[in-house]
């Protein structure tokens, strides 16, 4: 459907804001694959891996959401189905307007670098259950 056996379609749902004030988005990347998750940054490291962004979309349209969407449950509500439609073939178009790549949310860290088999990363916090973010 793509024309390669190597694009895909990509949901991201670590979204540390859900039920906040923040967009739903669909990133089209330069190397075909699609990128579906919040705009709060996490996407973006994919993104450049990908090749670049080449359309971003707002998902607005309700009619590809699993309805009621509940205030924390967005990956369930909204970014699977729109997956789901997406990989059915819905044109991207239908899910909501474009925007500007550049008016998307900076990931709130640095991004992590890898050097000669050693990954580097700044940890936030580190939960009660030792999970480091």
Do not use: W
């Amino acid at each position: 459907m793509f024309g390669s056996d190597d694009i895909g379609i990509h949901v991201c749902i670590v979204d540390l804001d859900v039920g906040m004030a923040r967009k739903p988005v669909i990133i089209e990347v330069k190397r075909g694959d699609y990128l579906i998750g919040p705009d709060n940054g996490v996407l973006l490291p994919a993104v450049r891996m990908l090749g670049g962004d080449k359309k971003v979309f707002v998902i607005i349209n309700k009619d590809f959401m699993l309805l009621p969407i509940s205030p924390i449950f967005h990956g369930r509500h909204i970014f699977s189905p729109v997956a789901a439609h997406l990989s059915n073939g819905v044109p991207i178009d239908q899910f909501g307007p474009v925007i500007r790549f550049n008016t998307l949310e900076p990931a709130p860290y640095q991004e992590a670098t890898i050097k000669n088999g050693v990954i580097e990363a700044e940890v936030i916090t580190i939960n009660k259950f030792g999970s480091l973010k």
